[in-house]
């Protein structure tokens, strides 16, 4: 394969390769209010902490609530078979009323606690992290 030289004009030099220009304020990208706010995040700086602490806040009201839905819904039943100790003298399928309720049915009650605090719990992430990652309006 031959080599294409240069187009030499008449004065026998070679003219310059045709320039493009670069201008680098094209590519600049804008910096959002979310970019800040990440960067306030990853820096630790005071709104930063205001946002984690806010975020801590929701979680642990979120843990006290459910805990005293379980205290309520657990510590509950001895207080009922106090109060109204026919109840407590109840039997079904063979088994005393509290045996059931406080050996077989608190574990249903439990889990179902539980995932209501784990889907919650994401709940209150996934609404932080759209607060952070909201674009400025």
């Known amino acids: 394969m031959a080599k294409q030289l240069p187009d030499v004009g008449s004065s026998g030099a070679v003219p310059p390769p045709r320039r493009s220009r670069i201008v680098l304020a094209d590519i600049t990208r804008q910096d959002t209010r979310a970019e800040r706010t990440r960067a306030e995040l990853a820096q630790?700086?005071?709104?930063?902490e205001a946002l984690?602490?806010?975020?801590?806040?929701?979680?642990l009201a979120l843990a006290l609530r459910l805990s005293l839905v379980v205290a309520i819904g657990l510590g509950g039943l001895p207080w009922l078979f106090a109060i109204a100790p026919s109840l407590g003298r109840t039997t079904v399928v063979g088994v005393n009323l509290p045996w059931l309720l406080l050996g077989v049915a608190s574990f249903p009650f439990l889990?179902?606690?539980?995932?209501?605090?784990?889907r919650l719990a994401e709940r209150n992430e996934q609404d932080f992290t759209d607060l952070v990652q909201r674009p400025e309006r």
């Open 44 to 48: 630790q700086t005071q709104v930063g």
């Open 52 to 59: 984690v602490r806010g975020l801590v806040r929701a979680q």
């Open 111 to 118: 889990i179902a606690v539980g995932w209501a605090y784990v």
